[in-house]
């Protein structure tokens, strides 16, 4: 998947690494390099039997930034008063 990622072109034929939309795609790539490298280093070493890729994703960040914007009327902006009183809030629900 990482040279088909690398390869992918517009339909004006430029790579997708080369546009100024390339931001994902890069970030995805550089993903897939740094799971290699923890493979190698972790697993082929005998270091660790596995890898949990799920720990390594945001989701549970995310949900906590909608958990304290939601606090606030789903403010996306919200003043530090208004951050810390939902985070405190969440610690203690938590």
């Not at 972790?42 to 995310?62: C, G, V």
Request: aromatic share 16%; charged share 15%; net charge positive.
């Amino acid at each position: 998947s990482y040279y088909y990622i690398k390869e992918l072109k517009t339909c004006s034929g430029q790579k997708v690494v080369n546009t100024k939309q390339k931001t994902g795609y890069v970030g995805f790539l550089i993903a897939i390099q740094s799971f290699i490298y923890l493979y190698n280093s972790l697993i082929e070493t005998n270091y660790q039997k596995y890898i949990l890729t799920h720990k390594f994703s945001q989701d549970h960040l995310e949900l906590l930034f909608f958990a304290i914007r939601s606090a606030n009327g789903h403010n996306n902006n919200p003043l530090v008063r208004q951050f810390s009183s939902a985070y405190k809030r969440l610690i203690i629900i938590i």
